[in-house]
């Protein structure tokens, strides 16, 4: 007959008879009432339980992973020799060449829970670093278990854990030295959200005895209240309370999985066992409302995002009432009144919005506020805190303070694919021509064929562009610093990375195609380094392999791929790390920082063969589909986005999810010492799949994306723009756009000052509605150019003529009828976004003197804040309205030659630790070149070679080269 596993003794059969006697001592124990309780009344309060013994392989409930990245071992059961029944090892000493072994008990859908207990025996002796117990939070990263591979027939994906949000408990027999002292080689820790957060003396139980110990942990989440008890019994032995109550906050009563792992450390002489797990999900939380946002924001024109949030399961139906208040608005007059009940069935998405009318006017008023409040719940539940959301109308009716948008276009070409879907500006590219160069994906699902198109934004002539033969969705770009497209990556299926990167001239209309990278690259970031050269880093090869983690520099000069070996082993993966177009800038003191959308910002040291260095962790776990620009010199913005929710899923098209895009704001300015994120006035809306745009007058657009929990959501189309202003630090909404731009939407600054936002879809949101919409059934092959609020203000100063290309440092001249009314000259690079983030775009404010007829400008010194390439340059007036830009290359080249004796000293722009060649021509054009010297090896943004005799000659030209 099989063991009630209620009554099964957590120690080998042999010991049931101490078990039994240690389970009353246990109860004669005041301290330990609770937990006698528990033997006693399990079956009462039980609402979950999950019980693994490995005396039966079959009915095992766990997945088993051995080393990282490997698909599972069959599991690596061992007989007792005292008893027969069967454990777990962990760990096998010299037995197997292996170190470590992770094991997950798949739970289930275990819902939300208010307190979880678990029950488990453990055994270590030997060398080692420990053992370690997590609950680990399925709340945001989904499940691990083994799913099919989307795209591929029969093929899976193996699932590894995260501990983000997840509560973990350690045993440590070894007392490392590893950047910090443990408090011994007998000591027990906590964690949470994968930090140390205290260390706790073992006492009499010795952790590394080589007899089963029983550990006991009681876990009760609960927010800013959570806190975690353990007891350990050595067998044989007395209880000991290692500790009890220890507030673990913001640990959330979110489902967990528990998860084991050891290793045996550097010498492999470890041995650690595990038996009897024994997961009790007890008192239930009961299902709760509350506002998924206490502040709302809207403009006149589109109502406003209010939604209801229901936390925790329920067998039946159930209900929260809702009722409007006034407040400096008044229903009937600026909103509509509305009282009413929402409802949820069993399994019902548990996110809904709460309809509210806005009454749009013509009027010209101040900002007015009402609010909305949950009145009552069903029998049963519970109105949590956020029980009142306020809402904030901005008047979006004077285009002088919110801008304005033009008449949607609907002229994008037809794809070839189908010959029915029009094309969805999935990439979007702005070239030194003044075209636009932009694609859609390869697929026959939506129809598409993924061919690169021109886009002239000015007359709206599109026109076919040279194709690879490759799918180059899901690539990164960035323009060279001779105006050359650089795209490195690709798309094989979803998840799977093209290991080719190509150029594309948009002179002559033609690619040029690359030596291999190392491997596949989906979803890279390419950045224009100081010295023109262009880094790539992450992109994923395929999810089973994860993120490409070597970071690749293309040497211009020599036609080379440089590869950063020494960073590799250092780079981790998602979603501590950023595997994902991440946002990385070149930096002023010559690395390049990775700014998100994982937590911990990194420098990229890309010297030599490269390193990583934390540098500082910002406030959210991961920005998701966030958005960041550097607004100044070194001064970076990161706002919107969330954690991936349903990451792991089969599909990313799901709808029951519970992150909200996040609002939060973060600065950093890494010209100091020790940069560390700040946050700042938080986004007016939640936004997922926005876009941040870089504006002449230094301001930041922020445009598209949805405010509603899961991965493309249309009902939380977020349709207004809202603008960040770096001196007040304050966002203002701003006029609404036509259109959802969702998921792989877009957003371009164009010369004449208007922003063009493009895309969504392909795929399309799975709650488009169909009536009404794209035909595409929520794809938005479609363009909205905004008109921001500075082309309202007054006439715009004019550039009469400027030149095409200058050198760092130089001071040049532009000529403008407008130069006594010139404020501020600003330049910006041209942009190459997708996938919500501009990999191209930075800002520089030049230094000017005005003169009768135009202007003397000086460019910037210092190729690591302005890195090479083209940039449109404005001036702008004291109205802040700026000019139609002129489009100015900077390079690095000649900055000055001069005569002294019989030389010629000649000053190089330069970057330091590269190579540069000075030649000569005695006539133009040139049938040849003479060499200067010798290659200059540079330490500064400048470097002087000398011409012997150079002085003598009637003319001599110059000319500067990076050589390899």
């Known amino acids: 007959m099989a063991e009630n596993p209620l009554l099964l003794a957590a120690f080998r059969p042999s010991q049931r008879v101490e078990r039994m006697n240690m389970e009353k001592n246990l109860r004669s124990g005041v301290r330990l009432a609770a937990l006698a309780l528990w033997f006693l009344g399990v079956v009462a309060m039980q609402a979950d339980r999950f019980f693994a013994d490995f005396d039966d392989v079959q009915n095992d409930l766990g997945k088993f992973e051995a080393g990282q990245n490997q698909n599972p071992p069959p599991p690596a059961v061992t007989n007792d020799v005292q008893g027969g029944n069967s454990f777990i090892r962990m760990t096998w ?10 094991y997950d008990l798949d739970t289930g859908d275990g ?6 207990e678990a029950d488990f025996d453990f055994r270590m002796s030997g060398v080692g670093d420990g053992f370690g117990f997590i609950l680990l939070s399925t709340e945001i990263y989904g499940r691990k278990e083994i799913v ?7 093929a899976q994906v193996y699932q590894e854990p995260t501990a983000l949000q997840s509560l973990g408990i350690g045993f440590d027999f070894f007392q490392g030295t590893e950047g910090r002292q443990e408090l011994n080689g007998n000591h027990v820790s906590v964690h949470f959200h994968e930090k140390l957060l205290q260390e706790f003396d073992a006492g009499p139980v010795d952790l590394n005895s080589g007899g089963w110990i029983h550990a006991k942990i009681i876990a009760r989440p609960g927010g800013t209240n959570s806190d975690v008890s353990l007891v350990l019994t050595p067998q044989g032995g007395q209880p000991f309370t290692v500790f009890t109550n220890y507030v673990v906050s913001d640990f959330v009563a979110a489902e967990t999985r528990p998860h084991f792992g050891a290793r045996s450390g550097s010498f492999d002489l470890g041995t650690i066992d595990l038996d009897n797990l024994d997961i009790n999900y007890l008192e239930p939380a009961p299902v709760a409302f509350e506002f998924g946002f206490t502040n709302v924001a809207t403009v006149e024109s589109e109502n406003p995002l209010i939604y209801i949030s229901k936390v925790g399961n329920s067998p039946a139906t159930v209900s929260v009432n809702y009722a409007t208040a006034d407040g400096t608005a008044l229903a009937g007059d600026e909103y509509q009144t509305a009282a009413g009940t929402i409802s949820f069935a069993p399994g019902e998405d548990p996110i809904k919005l709460i309809p509210i009318t806005i009454i749009d006017d013509s009027d010209l008023e101040p900002t007015r506020t009402f609010s909305v409040a949950l009145t009552g719940s069903s029998a049963g539940t519970l109105i949590g805190a956020r029980n009142v959301a306020n809402v904030a109308i901005h008047d979006d009716d004077d285009p002088s303070f919110v801008g304005k948008w033009d008449p949607v276009v609907r002229s994008m070409p037809l ?12 990439h979007l590219n702005l070239l030194p021509t003044g075209q636009i160069l932009l694609w859609d994906r390869h697929g026959s699902v939506s129809g598409t064929d993924g061919n690169p198109r021109l886009w002239d934004p000015v007359t709206g002539v599109f026109e076919a562009a040279a194709t690879q033969d490759y799918d180059l969705f899901c690539a990164g770009h960035a323009l060279m610093a001779d105006g050359r497209l650089f795209v490195p990556g690709g798309h094989i299926l979803d998840g799977m990375g093209e290991v080719k990167a190509a150029i594309y001239d948009p002179w002559s209309n033609a690619w040029t195609q690359l030596p291999d990278m190392n491997a596949g690259r989906w979803y890279p970031t390419a950045t224009m380094l100081a010295n023109g050269d262009m880094l790539v880093e992450a992109g994923t090869i395929d999810i089973p392999q994860d993120v490409n983690r070597l970071s690749q520099i293309w040497q211009v000069a020599s036609g080379t791929w440089k590869n950063l070996t020494t960073a590799e082993p250092q780079h981790g993966r998602f979603p501590i790390w950023a595997n994902y177009y991440p946002f990385m800038y070149q930096a002023g003191n010559g690395k390049v920082f990775c700014a998100g959308p994982q937590q911990m910002a990194r420098w990229l040291d890309i010297s030599g063969t490269g390193n990583w260095e934390d540098v500082a962790e910002s406030s959210l776990l991961y920005r998701d589909y966030g958005t960041s620009v550097m607004y100044a010199d070194g001064k970076i913005l990161i706002t919107g986005g969330n954690p991936p929710e349903i990451y792991t899923t089969t599909s990313i098209l799901g709808t029951t999810a519970t992150i909200y895009p996040s609002r939060v704001t973060e600065l950093i300015d890494i010209n100091e010492p020790n940069p560390t994120w700040r946050a700042t006035t938080p986004m007016n809306s939640g936004r997922r799949h926005a876009t941040a745009t870089l504006l002449p007058d230094g301001k930041v657009l922020v445009t598209g994306g949805s405010s509603s929990p899961g991965f493309n959501i249309h009902a939380g189309a977020v349709r207004w723009a809202e603008i960040w202003d770096p001196e007040t630090e304050r966002w203002t909404p701003l006029a609404a756009a036509q259109r959802y731009n969702g998921y792989h939407c877009n957003a371009l600054l164009l010369p004449d000052g208007r922003v063009v936002t493009t895309g969504g879809g392909h795929p399309n949101p799975p709650d488009a509605p169909t009536a009404g ?9 479609s363009a909205e150019f905004y008109h921001p609020s500075y082309l309202f203000n007054g006439a715009r100063p004019s550039i009469t003529s400027a030149p095409s290309a200058v050198t760092y440092g130089e001071t040049f001249y532009v000529e403008t009828p407008d130069a006594a009314n010139v404020a501020k000259v600003s330049w910006i690079k041209l942009g190459n976004t997708t996938h919500a983030f501009n990999q191209n775009q930075r800002i520089n404010f030049l230094s000017f003197t005005n003169s009768a007829g135009g202007i003397w400008c000086a460019a910037p010194d210092n190729p690591y804040l302005c890195t090479p390439g083209h940039y449109m340059m404005f001036l ?12 100015v290359r900077v390079a690095m080249g000649i900055l000055s030659v001069a005569e002294q004796g019989s030389d010629n000293l000649i000053t190089v722009t330069t970057v330091p630790g590269n190579n540069y060649r000075v030649e000569y021509t005695d006539t133009l054009p040139a049938t040849g070149w003479t060499t200067v010297g010798t290659a200059v090896s540079a330490s500064a943004n400048t470097t002087q070679v000398t011409d012997v005799n150079g002085a003598s000659a009637l003319n001599r030209f110059y000319r500067v080269q990076q050589v390899p």
């Not at 000493?93 to 992770?102: A, R």
């Not at 819902?111 to 979880?116: D, E, K, T």
């Not at 099919?148 to 029969?154: A, K």
């Open 876 to 887: 702008l007036n004291s109205n802040g309205v700026p000019s139609v830009a002129s489009i």
């Open 773 to 781: 919409e794209a035909p595409e059934f929520g794809a938005e092959p």
């Open 148 to 154: 099919p591979r989307q795209g591929f027939v029969g």
């Open 93 to 102: 000493g010299t037995t197997l060449n292996l170190s470590s072994l992770t």
């Open 415 to 426: 794809n070839a694919a189908g010959g029915q879907s029009s094309v969805v500006a999935i």
């Open 111 to 116: 819902g939300l829970f208010g307190r979880v």
